[in-house]
């Protein structure tokens, strides 16, 4: 049997780069996938697709209410849920003067407050409607994708780097409340990943210089590096970690 089989995971940003890869992670492992994205994702074909349930969803436009009912819809469909992966998150870059607060509260919807509601609700559901019973003893396990910004300040990405220290901020926090209720709490801060956010970066001469020489492994990762740690936070053997914040980043706050 694969690991996740009979297991619904719930994956938000889940049509590319570390969305895409976590949730054909999944599948390859058995679990059907709940797929959230504004886009299409193409690469999940064949028979992975008849366990994709891919669901257009603008987190950036949706209230705790919203959230509550997509929910409460998804079990309908699937009888339970799992695991949920808040990967979705968006950045807007500008110096720190000149930032607005239309970007502000964007970059904040997306990031930190969607997750969190999204989160209450899938929670709500566990302990209010039922879902525990259902685990048959397993525990729900929430995995949410924080960053090297987590820890860190970075430039020109105020609001990106706020929404990740909270990330951080509420899984400690949630997993304070929720560990005695069979619910494991915890994230993934990954490193310099080459995904379509980091592009810029990455075409920078300077820059991407800059960053490859304080990488101890020595290159950029690869969304896939992120899938198989997410994997293991929502299965049975991460059943003892809570809280925690798992650096995946060639060993950059190492060095």
Known sequence: MARFDSKVIVVTGASRGIGGSIAEAFLREGATVVGLART????????????????????????????????????????????????????????????????WDDVLRVNLTSPFFLTQAVARWWLKDGGREKAGGCRLKIVNIASMLSFQGGITIPAYTASKHGIAGITKALANEWAPLAINVNAIAPGYIATENTRPLRENETRNRQILERIPQGGWGDPSDIAGTAMFLASKDADYLNGAVINVDGGWLAR
């Open 40 to 103: 299409e994702n193409k690469d999940i074909t064949g028979d992975l697709a008849k366990r994709f349930i891919p669901i257009a969803y603008d987190l950036g436009n949706a209230s705790a209410e919203q959230l509550q009912k997509l929910v409460a819809d998804t079990v309908k469909r699937t009888g339970r849920i799992d695991g949920l992966v808040n990967n979705a998150g968006i950045i807007r870059r500008a110096p720190s003067v000149d930032f607005t607060e239309k970007d």
